[in-house]
């Protein structure tokens, strides 16, 4: 489905898949944000196709962390000649293809990738016409980030993750998965107030999993979002 002008929504719960992913036109191409689970790969290509978008036209892939409903279908594109970006510290467990021998989530498991470029720290990637602000975002994993890209008419915000918006009228936000080993609430804690400083003021949110909310008040749903961790995850 098309979100607004040159964004789709091509995977994720709307499709009966685990984990949104997201294409976004550029003058050059297009670039995914986040790849969905390895199952979804078909699901993927399928809405891919049904857009007109080559597969081989992705240049980059954006990846919110390193979780395999996440990061999932990253290798495919990487082969196709797509760029893989993705925090520092979720490097790891991407190259290995799951969550490392000592984490009892050994059902993760995804194709091996080995990223192209690793975010240190917040930065502003220019991709041919679009500008996107990268914030390290900490806490669902350590290598969690997300993307701000401000379009002529939309100012969207990636938030994988850490915080996504659900319910019957996307008045509902709440954060993601704690069982990843680097989990932390505190430095969730502490990125949900660097998010609340940073005064953005999306048009949509796209989170990683949920509904994308877009317009009417979307900004709302970050004070919902960190609402919900103060009761929920200290
Ligand atoms: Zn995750």
Sequence with gaps: ?????????????????????????????????????????????????????????ITHV??????????????????????VYVGAADRTMMEEGNFGIESPQTNHVMPSCFPD??????????IENLTI??????????????????????????????????????NIASTGWKGDLGYSGEKLGRSFAKLWSLSLTPTIIAGGHGIPRIRNNVQESIKIA???????NR
Aim: with cysteine.
């Design 1 to 57: 489905m098309q979100l607004t002008k040159g964004v789709f929504l091509i995977s994720g719960g709307t499709y009966g898949k685990l984990g949104n992913a997201y294409v976004v036109k550029h003058n050059g191409g297009f670039i995914l944000i986040d790849s969905s689970s390895p199952g979804a790969l078909d699901t993927l290509l399928e809405n891919l196709k049904y857009w007109d978008i080559d597969e081989q036209a």
């Design 62 to 83: 954006l990846l919110t962390h390193g979780h395999d409903d996440h990061a999932g279908c990253a290798a495919h594109f990487q082969k196709q000649g797509a760029k």
């Design 117 to 126: 470029q690793l975010f240190t720290e917040d930065t502003t990637l220019i």
């Design 226 to 232: 960190y609402k919900y961790y103060l009761l929920n």
């Design 133 to 170: 602000d990268v914030y390290l975002m900490p806490g669902h994993t350590d290598g969690s980030v997300i993307f701000y890209l401000q379009l002529e008419n939309e100012r969207i915000l990636f938030t994988g993750d850490m915080f996504f918006v659900d319910g019957e009228t996307g």
